[in-house]
């Protein structure tokens, strides 16, 4: 099964990817996955243990599954202050 | 009521002051961070903050209002600059109003340090020799920059 999601990127995941966001659709069982397969499309160097995920501004779980119409943000290590 | 403000501009700190203090407040401790011209070694000319709006300004409350939980405080805020910055130039205010200085100074220093590790904010910082880089900190606190 598979969900239409739009993923944000943010400071150096934004960098790399060359885009701030993306709509597609994904078969990814869950969001661990789904970003292992983006860090390989666009070779990422933040490693999933460096990153919180976000699903609709709000924290979420790395074993929620993909929900179609949502929006999903990968959270690389906060540097504010 | 909002605790937390993200500024993409400049902003009073006098006024936002002048909202935490009344008849009973017997004490106020606040935290200002500055743009330095330095950072791990490397000479900084300037920087950037990003920040992912939507959760940063839930998550930014969210840590407010643990505050007012933990501490015997009366009222906390927080207002943290997004753009770009020059040296010099504020990046980060707390303020925190209680009936007496112990809670207000542990307040406003667990504010900062929940700020610094939950609020989605990301600092892009230029240097000297005209390269630029996103900070990106190891966890429990083994980045330099702490």
């Known amino acids: 099964m598979s969900a239409r999601v739009t993923v944000l990127y943010f400071a150096s995941l934004r960098d790399v990817a060359e885009i701030d966001h993306e709509t597609f659709e994904t078969s990814a069982p869950d969001l661990r996955v789904l970003y292992l397969e983006l860090r390989a499309r666009y070779g990422f160097p933040l490693s999933v243990d460096r990153l919180r995920v976000a699903v609709d501004g709000e924290f979420a779980r790395w074993e929620d599954a993909p929900r179609d119409g949502s929006e999903i943000a990968f959270i690389p290590p906060v540097s504010g202050g | 009521m909002n605790r937390f403000a993200l500024s993409e501009t400049p902003f009073d700190v006098a006024a936002l002051r002048a909202q935490l203090l009344d008849a009973r407040v017997g004490g106020y401790a606040s935290f200002e961070g500055w743009v330095r011209d330095h950072n791990a070694g490397r000479e900084v000319t300037g920087l950037r903050y990003e920040a992912y709006v939507t959760l940063a300004e839930v998550e930014g409350e969210r840590v407010l209002a643990e505050a007012c939980e933990r501490f015997a405080i009366l009222d906390a805020r927080c207002v943290h600059r997004t753009g770009d910055l020059a040296i010099g130039e504020l990046a980060v205010w707390v303020g925190v109003a209680a009936a007496h200085r112990d809670a207000a100074?542990?307040?406003?220093?667990?504010?900062?340090?929940?700020?610094?590790?939950?609020?989605?904010?990301w600092k892009h910082e230029r240097y000297a020799q005209g390269d630029a880089d996103w900070l990106h900190p190891a966890p429990k606190g083994d980045d330099p920059a702490d």
């Open chain 2, 105 to 121: 100074f542990a307040a406003c220093r667990w504010i900062i340090d929940e700020v610094k590790q939950r609020v989605p904010i």
